[in-house]
Nanobody
Framework: EVHLVESGGGLVQAGGSLRLSCAAS????????IGWFRQAPGKEREGVSC????????YYADSVKGRFTISSDNAKNMVYLQMNSLKPEDTAVYYC????????????????????WGQGTQVTVSS
């Protein structure tokens, strides 16, 4: 059974930083893609970033490029999202997701619907 647990959310002022963590278990960690998604109140859930274990490729939504960095520690089965220069519009519940495919096409980040989700962690950025 796939199990994803996020942590690291909180309240931060605009311009600040947070690092989210995702502890993953229950699947073949040597061949995976894990993504970070977010959902703000009244908005649809959107993909933020994704990382592939096969070649280390990373993917980012335009709204977070240059500010967020996704990374993984395969020995610990952990995926991280370092979020810098946070803006009030980054406020959302952030979810870790697995069993998805991520691609860049025409310069845009696309992904399939994930098969597994974590419970989410709240990130609130005050102005």
């Amino acid at each position: 059974e796939v199990h994803l647990v996020e942590s690291g959310g909180g309240l931060v002022q605009a311009g600040g930083s947070l690092r989210l963590s995702c502890a993953a278990s229950g699947f073949n960690y040597d061949d995976y893609e894990i993504g970070w998604f977010r959902q703000a109140p009244g908005k649809e859930r959107e993909g933020v970033s994704c990382i592939s274990s096969s070649d280390g490729t990373t993917y980012y939504a335009d709204s977070v490029k240059g500010r967020f960095t996704i990374s993984s520690d395969n020995a610990k089965n952990m995926v991280y999202l370092q979020m810098n220069s946070l803006k009030p519009e980054d406020t959302a519940v952030y979810y870790c997701a697995a069993h998805l495919t991520c691609v860049y096409a025409s310069g845009n980040f696309y992904y399939t619907a994930p098969g597994s989700w974590g419970q989410g962690t709240q990130v609130t950025v005050s102005s």
